[in-house]
């Protein structure tokens, strides 16, 4: 059974930094593609970065760009979020989530991903 959990939210004033981890357990994970995702109150759930199953590639969406880093290390099962000079728009609920096909770059569309992790809530105050 393939599980994925988040950890390193928490509440940052605006202009701090979070790193958030994604560990995950079930299928062989260097072998598939991650992504991030969030969803702030009221809104969907919205792409923000990715990377191929060696971290090869990375790929982000426009406006986080420069401030957040996505990172994996394969021996520990794990994807990272780097998030630098927060805002108060970047508070939401933050996901981790698995590619569907091995060796397959996935990007924003989240029906590529097959499993999701529960979030962790990032809160930025201003």
């Known amino acids: 059974q393939v599980q994925l959990v988040e950890s390193g939210g928490g509440l940052v004033q605006a202009g701090g930094s979070l790193r958030l981890s994604c560990t995950a357990s079930?299928?062989?994970?260097?072998?598939?593609?991650m992504g991030w995702f969030r969803q702030a109150p009221g809104k969907e759930r919205k792409f923000l970065a990715a990377?191929?199953?060696?971290?090869?590639?990375?790929y982000y969406e426009e406006s986080v760009k420069g401030r957040f880093a996505i990172s994996r290390d394969n021996a520990r099962n794990t994807v990272y979020l780097q998030m630098n000079g927060l805002k108060a728009e970047d508070t939401a609920v933050y996901y981790c989530?698995?590619?569907?096909?091995?060796?397959?770059?996935?990007?924003?569309?989240?029906?590529?991903?097959?499993?999701w992790g529960p979030g962790t809530q990032v809160t930025v105050s201003s």
């Open positions: 990377i191929t199953w060696s971290g090869g590639e990375t």
């Open positions: 079930g299928r062989t994970f260097s072998s598939y593609s």
């Open positions: 989530a698995q590619g569907r096909l091995p060796y397959f770059a996935m990007r924003a569309n989240e029906d590529d991903y097959a499993y």
